[in-house]
Every structure is written in C-alpha cells, then in structure tokens.
C-alpha cells in the first residue's frame, strides 16, 4: 500500500523568498515519487521526479527536491520564489510493477507568493 | 498539438442523466488513465487501461464504465449521475505500465456539476 501526506495545505511565501513543500510518502516497495504542479482551471503538469539514482532531482522552472529514504520525504524547493510560482502542488508516489503504474497522490498544498 | 484532450471541457446536468467524457491522447502511449478530483482538490484515480484492456478498477460506484475502442481513446460513461458526483475528471496517459519512469500527462480535465 502507499500513501502521501503533504504537511501544510497553503504556503505564503514573499516574492524572491525560498520555497519548501513538504511531502512524505509510505510504500511498501521501493517508491518512485513525482512533483505536479496544476495551475488554476488547468490539468497537472510534471515538475521532476525521482525514480532511482541521484537523490536530488532538478525539475522545471528552478524547482528542485530531494529524495530521504530515512525520513521517508521527498521535499520540494525553490530558492527563490516567483509570482509566476503560485498554483497548487502535489506529491505523488508509485510503486511500479504490479502497481500497474498506480500513482497515489497527497492532498495537495497551495503555494500563494506576496508581491 | 494538444497532447491529452478532453470533451467537453464543462458539463452540467440533472441527476439521473446518464453522460460520457471522451479522451484522446495523440502521444502514442500504451496506458490511459481516469481521476476524480472532488471538491478539496483530492486526487484518487478510478481506472487505468493498458492497449484496451482494463488493468486497474478501483473501488468506483458500477454506474461509472470505462470504455476504450484503441489505445488513443479512453472514455467514461456514468449513468444514473448523483449529486456527489460532481468533480473535475482528469484523465492521463503514459508511455507504458508498471515501468519505473511512469510519468503520465494529464488532460485539462472535464469539470462536472450534477444539479
């Protein structure tokens, strides 16, 4: 079984300030783990994803996160927070193999950013 | 070209009504994908297809029927619609099941509001 919690459902931050979303994941077999943004009235689109390898993983538009097996996490960041930035965010993990591809995702944080 | 299209974009429609969301991808992926987005922004995936055969069936109420006539299309057909099936449906594909990479691309979704 997996399972994703995303710890804090909005996040302000300034414009030019760091962002952190957090996400940590359950799963029972090695995960592979996704960032998706979704823009208002739009699909979701893929940020980065982590499936083996490097443990730091650089995606679109300056995002980055980081893959902690101990701490179960894969946090999203960006050094410097732009207006363009502000939409919501899910974490998502699959599990592959007999998970068909399944993707189980968190419940989402919305990302607002102040001038 | 749009990748993964949706029709219609909204529907509107009386409880009881039975209704159809089509899906098109033209990226020549092997899975498709259908989502339900309730109304706190969860996403929970409902079926998956591989080359027209049904390979995942979460717990969804019978009324909903995935149909599949190739494996560019991916429909949904709900009959009997109720109240709580308003949502945005999201529908998805990717290049092949199970595999590690398993990044899927998301239509625009179809917002549905049962009255």
């Known amino acids: 079984a997996q399972s994703v919690t995303q710890l804090g459902s909005h996040v302000s931050v300034s414009e030019g300030a760091l962002v952190l979303l957090r996400c940590n994941y359950s799963?029972?077999?090695?995960?592979?783990l996704f960032w998706y943004v979704q823009y208002p009235n739009q699909g979701l689109q893929l940020l980065l994803k982590?499936?083996?390898?490097?443990?730091l993983v650089k995606g679109i538009n300056g995002f980055e996160a980081e893959f902690k097996k101990s701490e179960t996490s894969f946090h999203l960041t960006k050094p410097s927070a732009h207006m363009s930035d502000a939409a919501e965010y899910f974490c998502a993990v699959s599990g592959g193999g007999t998970s068909y591809g399944k993707l189980t995702f968190g419940q989402g944080t919305i990302l607002t950013v102040h001038p | 070209d749009t990748a993964v299209s949706q029709t219609p974009k909204y529907l509107v429609t009386q409880m009881g009504n039975d209704k159809s969301i089509k899906c098109e991808q033209n990226l020549g992926h092997d899975t498709m994908y259908w989502y339900k987005q309730d109304s706190k922004k969860f996403l929970k995936i409902m079926f998956s297809y591989n080359n027209k055969e049904l390979i995942i069936n979460e717990t969804v109420p019978n009324r909903f029927s995935p149909k599949s006539p190739d494996k560019a299309h991916l429909n949904l057909h709900i009959n009997s619609l109720e109240l709580g099936d308003s949502a945005v449906y999201f529908c998805?594909?990717?290049?092949?099941?199970?595999?590690?990479?398993?990044?899927?691309?998301f239509g625009p979704g179809t917002r549905l509001t049962v009255l």
């Open positions: 982590y499936t083996t390898g490097a443990t």
């Open positions: 998805a594909s990717s290049p092949n099941r199970g595999t590690l990479n398993n990044e899927q691309f």
């Open positions: 799963s029972s077999v090695p995960p592979y």
